[in-house]
């Protein structure tokens, strides 16, 4: 008796639950700023983001929710960029400043 309750034991030790794994996906647009000088400022709907050439293509994105944003890039005092930019779900844009 012992031995069958032992090995019943055993067995439903080795049994296991299903696993499963959730994933998420961002859908969250993605705003980046190419042609930025290095001291260049960039700011979105008033908020200060530091500098602009962080977020070059290929260096760094920034998630934004969706919808219009008013996008400014400033240089020593100096409006390089102000306007407004409107970001649908999922959509990569970029903001490309003179040279």
């Known amino acids: ?3 069958i309750l032992i090995l019943g034991v055993l067995s439903l030790a080795a ?3 299903p696993q499963s794994q959730a994933t998420t996906v961002d859908t969250r647009p ?3 700023i190419a042609n930025a000088p ?3 400022l960039l ?3 008033g908020v200060a983001l530091g500098s602009a050439a962080a977020y070059a293509p290929g260096v760094r994105e920034l998630a934004l929710d969706h919808g219009t944003h008013r996008v400014t890039v400033t240089e020593n005092g100096k409006v ?3 306007n407004s930019v409107y970001l649908g779900d999922g959509a990569n844009s970029t903001v490309t400043l003179p040279q």
């Open 30 to 32: 993605h705003l980046c």
């Open 15 to 17: 049994c296991s639950y």
């Open 38 to 40: 290095a001291d260049a």
């Open 43 to 45: 700011s979105v709907d």
């Open 1 to 3: 008796m012992k031995k």
């Open 80 to 82: 390089l960029f102000d």
